[in-house]
């Protein structure tokens, strides 16, 4: 592998490795028979790459969808920062670790990558538990 100027990395059969940015979103689940997301942004990446600096951030509604309300990650952080921690398989890179969930508590969490225009299906309160 090699490091590219703009910060990346290549591979020696010149496929990227996606590289960690302020500005990425991530997304956890979780629910017991419905389904719920947190999202975070990335605000800062360590030096040594290992953790990452994090902040909740906000949704648009979409509209909804039968039972769910249709949701899009967006850029706006809101709270306090907290770390991460950040791992990598394959060409994928996941965010781990506790975040802040409902006032003083914490919840830990595994974080995928949002893709640039995915909408999340999350159950409206009415249908969940």
């Known amino acids: 592998m090699r490091r590219?100027?703009?910060?990346?990395?290549m591979r020696k059969d010149n496929t990227m490795i996606p590289e960690l940015k302020k500005g990425d979103l991530f997304?956890?689940?979780?629910?017991?028979d419905q389904t719920n997301y947190d999202y975070v942004a990335v605000i800062a990446v360590s030096k040594t790459g290992k953790t990452a600096k994090c902040s909740m951030t906000q949704f648009l509604h979409m509209g909804s969808d039968g039972h769910n309300n249709v949701q899009e990650p967006i850029f706006c952080p809101a709270g306090k920062t907290f770390n991460l921690r950040i791992k990598k398989s394959g060409d994928s890179i996941y965010l781990v670790g506790s975040y802040p969930f409902c006032q003083d508590s914490r919840r830990r969490g595994y974080f995928s990558r949002v893709d640039t225009g995915k909408q999340f299906h999350e159950t409206d309160a009415l249908y969940g538990h």
């Open 27 to 32: 997304y956890t689940s979780w629910g017991y």
């Open 4 to 9: 590219l100027r703009g910060g990346g990395m």
